[in-house]
Protein backbone atom coordinates (compact mmCIF):
# COMPACT_ATOMS: atom_id res chain seq x y z
CA UNK A 1 0.00 0.00 0.00
CA UNK A 2 1.32 3.46 -1.34
CA UNK A 3 1.98 6.18 1.51
CA UNK A 4 -0.44 8.84 1.84
CA UNK A 5 2.03 11.60 1.04
CA UNK A 6 3.63 10.03 -2.26
CA UNK A 7 0.12 9.90 -3.32
CA UNK A 8 -0.33 14.10 -2.66
CA UNK A 9 3.05 14.18 -4.04
CA UNK A 10 2.00 12.81 -7.53
CA UNK A 11 -1.22 13.93 -7.77
CA UNK A 12 0.01 17.39 -6.97
CA UNK A 13 0.10 20.52 -9.43
CA UNK A 14 1.86 23.84 -9.17
CA UNK A 15 0.01 26.81 -8.47
CA UNK A 16 1.09 30.16 -7.47
CA UNK A 17 0.01 32.97 -5.38
CA UNK A 18 0.31 36.36 -5.51
CA UNK A 19 -0.76 38.92 -3.11
CA UNK A 20 -1.32 42.36 -1.40
CA UNK A 21 -0.62 42.74 2.43
CA UNK A 22 -2.00 45.63 3.96
CA UNK A 23 -0.01 49.00 4.29
CA UNK A 24 -0.91 48.96 8.01
CA UNK A 25 1.68 46.48 9.19
CA UNK A 26 5.07 47.30 9.83
CA UNK A 27 8.16 45.84 7.79
CA UNK A 28 9.17 43.08 10.60
CA UNK A 29 5.16 42.28 11.10
CA UNK A 30 4.60 41.92 7.05
CA UNK A 31 7.59 38.79 6.80
CA UNK A 32 5.92 37.32 10.01
CA UNK A 33 2.73 37.35 8.37
CA UNK A 34 3.98 35.72 5.56
CA UNK A 35 6.13 33.16 7.08
CA UNK A 36 2.70 32.36 8.85
CA UNK A 37 0.66 32.14 5.86
CA UNK A 38 3.25 29.55 4.55
CA UNK A 39 3.29 27.61 7.36
CA UNK A 40 -0.68 27.29 7.29
CA UNK A 41 -1.46 27.28 3.76
CA UNK A 42 0.91 25.20 2.37
CA UNK A 43 2.96 22.88 4.34
CA UNK A 44 0.04 21.93 6.95
CA UNK A 45 -2.49 20.90 4.05
CA UNK A 46 0.85 18.88 3.23
CA UNK A 47 1.64 21.12 0.00
CA UNK A 48 5.88 21.86 -1.03
CA UNK A 49 6.82 25.32 -1.29
CA UNK A 50 9.03 26.09 -4.72
CA UNK A 51 9.31 29.60 -4.90
CA UNK A 52 8.80 32.58 -2.69
CA UNK A 53 9.14 36.87 -3.11
CA UNK A 54 10.01 39.16 0.18
CA UNK A 55 6.90 40.81 0.41
CA UNK A 56 7.51 44.42 -0.73
CA UNK A 57 5.44 47.69 -0.62
CA UNK A 58 4.43 49.17 -3.70
CA UNK A 59 2.04 52.06 -5.26
CA UNK A 60 -1.28 50.13 -6.51
CA UNK A 61 -2.58 51.06 -9.96
CA UNK A 62 -6.03 52.65 -8.39
CA UNK A 63 -7.27 52.56 -4.79
CA UNK A 64 -8.48 49.06 -3.63
CA UNK A 65 -11.17 48.79 -0.73
CA UNK A 66 -11.60 45.69 1.60
CA UNK A 67 -13.88 45.50 4.45
CA UNK A 68 -12.07 44.85 7.64
CA UNK A 69 -14.02 44.31 10.71
CA UNK A 70 -17.21 46.48 9.31
CA UNK A 71 -15.03 48.85 8.55
CA UNK A 72 -14.36 49.37 4.41
CA UNK A 73 -10.35 50.65 4.39
CA UNK A 74 -8.98 51.88 1.26
CA UNK A 75 -5.60 51.24 0.70
CA UNK A 76 -3.27 53.11 -2.01
CA UNK A 77 -0.36 51.24 -1.73
CA UNK A 78 0.04 47.82 0.17
CA UNK A 79 3.12 45.18 0.23
CA UNK A 80 2.96 42.85 -3.01
CA UNK A 81 4.26 39.54 -2.91
CA UNK A 82 3.80 35.88 -4.28
CA UNK A 83 4.76 32.22 -3.56
CA UNK A 84 4.96 29.54 -6.29
CA UNK A 85 4.29 25.47 -4.68
CA UNK A 86 3.01 22.47 -5.04
CA UNK A 87 -0.18 21.02 -3.72
CA UNK A 88 -3.37 18.40 -4.25
CA UNK A 89 -6.27 20.20 -6.54
CA UNK A 90 -8.42 19.04 -3.92
CA UNK A 91 -6.83 21.66 -1.49
CA UNK A 92 -7.03 24.66 -3.41
CA UNK A 93 -10.88 25.56 -2.24
CA UNK A 94 -9.67 25.30 1.57
CA UNK A 95 -6.84 27.40 0.51
CA UNK A 96 -8.77 30.38 -1.09
CA UNK A 97 -11.59 30.13 2.36
CA UNK A 98 -8.61 30.90 4.43
CA UNK A 99 -6.82 33.22 2.27
CA UNK A 100 -10.45 35.60 1.96
CA UNK A 101 -10.79 34.75 5.79
CA UNK A 102 -7.43 36.64 6.42
CA UNK A 103 -7.74 40.21 7.00
CA UNK A 104 -4.51 41.00 6.74
CA UNK A 105 -4.92 40.30 2.69
CA UNK A 106 -6.25 43.03 0.82
CA UNK A 107 -6.37 40.96 -2.51
CA UNK A 108 -4.87 37.59 -4.33
CA UNK A 109 -4.97 35.50 -7.15
CA UNK A 110 -4.78 31.83 -7.40
CA UNK A 111 -2.59 30.54 -10.48
CA UNK A 112 -2.66 27.12 -12.13
CA UNK A 113 1.18 26.81 -13.77
CA UNK A 114 1.45 24.55 -16.41
CA UNK A 115 3.67 21.19 -15.99
CA UNK A 116 6.34 23.26 -18.97
CA UNK A 117 6.43 27.07 -17.27
CA UNK A 118 9.11 27.92 -15.84
CA UNK A 119 8.41 31.07 -15.08
CA UNK A 120 9.13 33.16 -12.43
CA UNK A 121 7.32 36.40 -10.53
CA UNK A 122 9.66 39.26 -10.33
CA UNK A 123 8.57 42.73 -9.46
CA UNK A 124 9.16 45.20 -11.84
CA UNK A 125 12.49 46.61 -11.33
CA UNK A 126 13.65 43.51 -10.04
CA UNK A 127 16.04 42.05 -12.90
CA UNK A 128 17.77 44.22 -15.55
CA UNK A 129 17.54 41.34 -17.72
CA UNK A 130 14.07 40.75 -19.89
CA UNK A 131 12.50 37.33 -18.42
CA UNK A 132 11.51 34.89 -21.27
CA UNK A 133 9.71 31.62 -21.16
CA UNK A 134 10.84 28.45 -22.48
CA UNK A 135 7.77 26.50 -23.97
CA UNK A 136 8.05 23.66 -25.34
CA UNK A 137 7.96 25.08 -29.33
CA UNK A 138 6.30 22.82 -32.10
CA UNK A 139 7.95 22.39 -35.52
CA UNK A 140 6.64 25.22 -37.72
CA UNK A 141 7.15 25.33 -41.60
CA UNK A 142 6.98 28.35 -43.55
CA UNK A 143 6.34 28.70 -47.11
CA UNK A 144 7.46 31.05 -49.09
CA UNK A 145 4.85 32.71 -51.15
CA UNK A 146 4.53 35.12 -54.05
CA UNK A 147 5.96 38.72 -53.19
CA UNK A 148 3.02 41.50 -53.38
CA UNK A 149 3.70 44.90 -54.42
CA UNK A 150 1.99 47.70 -51.77
CA UNK A 151 -0.58 48.07 -54.64
CA UNK A 152 -1.88 43.91 -54.74
CA UNK A 153 -1.74 44.25 -50.95
CA UNK A 154 -4.45 47.03 -50.74
CA UNK A 155 -6.52 45.40 -52.96
CA UNK A 156 -6.63 42.02 -51.39
CA UNK A 157 -7.30 44.27 -48.26
CA UNK A 158 -10.04 46.27 -50.23
CA UNK A 159 -11.33 42.55 -51.44
CA UNK A 160 -11.97 41.57 -48.15
CA UNK A 161 -13.70 44.74 -46.43
CA UNK A 162 -16.34 44.77 -49.77
CA UNK A 163 -17.02 40.92 -48.75
CA UNK A 164 -20.42 41.10 -47.38
CA UNK A 165 -20.07 39.70 -43.73
CA UNK A 166 -22.70 37.11 -42.07
CA UNK A 167 -24.35 39.19 -39.36
Not at 4 to 23: R, S
Not at 95 to 102: N, R, V
Not at 113 to 139: C, F, M, Q, W, Y
Amino acid sequence: MENVTEIEVKDAKTYEIGYLLTPFLQAEKADEVVEAMYKTLIEDLGGVSVFKTTPKMRPLAYPVSKFISNKKSTVSEAYFGAVKFQISPEKIRTIKELLEKDTNIVRFLIINIPKNSKRVVAPRGATSKKTTLDVAKEDVTVEKGVEMTSEEIDKEIEGLLDTPSAV
